[in-house]
């Protein structure tokens, strides 16, 4: 069966620190790839999304996330983070052709930046 | 509406009684999709309907679990003698049209149901 593990429960960081989220998925076929982010009070959104073509997907706010298919990861990196970057991160896959609300969601990660 | 609208956003319930939930999709949205997330747990999909074809119920975890689609926009979600383990934030989420990489979702609040 498909699953999707999010190796931090909860991350805290100081301003300007580097971020990185481990995101590993289990299935043998091609697979889409998803990180979608809930900030306090609001509604999950899409950060960014990988299909296909160049493994390094740019999402919004400088969120970047790389497809390794070898090691079947798609980490989720942003070079230095904010406080308005707290908030709860969940990676998802959905197989390659199917409805993207088809989707196998990790646990999610809980990012929380200092000032 | 502007975007997916469930409702109620709070439930609190007895054991064994049944309950309702309702979302309202984006207005000409023809995929809607529910989900469930425990306390500690990520988003679980139960159901998906995409315009006129039978949903796909694959996330369904048990038959005390229903979901209908009525006129191809508001959806209902039912849940038969409820159980404690079935306190979670559902939620709902709509998309222009089922599959392809241009697919969006759009999610609602969700409803928060406690089953005391």
């Known amino acids: 069966a498909q699953s999707v593990s999010q190796h931090n429960h909860h991350v805290i960081l100081s301003e300007a620190a580097s971020l990185e989220l481990g995101c590993n998925y289990s299935?043998?076929?091609?697979?889409?790839l998803f990180w979608y982010v809930q900030y306090p009070g609001q509604h999950l959104q899409l950060l960014l999304k990988?299909?296909?073509?160049?493994?390094l997907v740019k999402g919004i706010k400088g969120f970047e996330a790389e497809f390794i298919k070898s090691k079947f990861s798609f980490n989720l990196r942003k070079p230095s983070v904010q406080w308005s970057d707290t908030a709860e991160y969940f990676c998802?896959?959905?197989?390659?052709?199917?409805?993207?609300?088809?989707?196998?969601f990790g646990k999610g990660t809980k990012l929380s930046v200092k000032p | 509406g502007a975007g997916v609208s469930q409702s109620p956003s709070n439930k609190v319930t007895e054991k064994g009684k049944d309950v309702e939930l309702r979302c309202d999709p984006i207005?000409?949205?023809?995929?809607l999709y529910w989900y469930r997330q425990s306390l500690g747990q990520g988003l679980e999909f139960l159901i998906y309907?995409?315009?006129?074809?039978?949903?796909?119920k694959s996330g369904l975890p048990s038959d005390r679990f229903s979901a209908e689609r009525t006129g191809g926009s508001v959806s209902t979600l039912t849940i038969q003698r409820t159980q404690q383990e079935d306190s979670a934030v559902y939620l709902c989420?709509?998309?222009?049209?089922?599959?392809?990489?241009?697919?969006?979702?759009?999610f609602g609040s969700g409803t928060q149901l406690s089953v005391l």
């Open positions: 989420a709509s998309s222009l049209r089922a599959g392809g990489p241009n697919e969006k979702l759009f």
């Open positions: 299935y043998g076929g091609t697979v889409n």
């Open positions: 990988y299909f296909s073509g160049d493994p």
């Open positions: 998802a896959v959905a197989r390659y052709g199917g409805s993207q609300g088809n989707l196998i």
């Open positions: 207005s000409g949205h023809t995929a």
């Open positions: 309907f995409q315009g006129n074809s039978a949903p796909d």
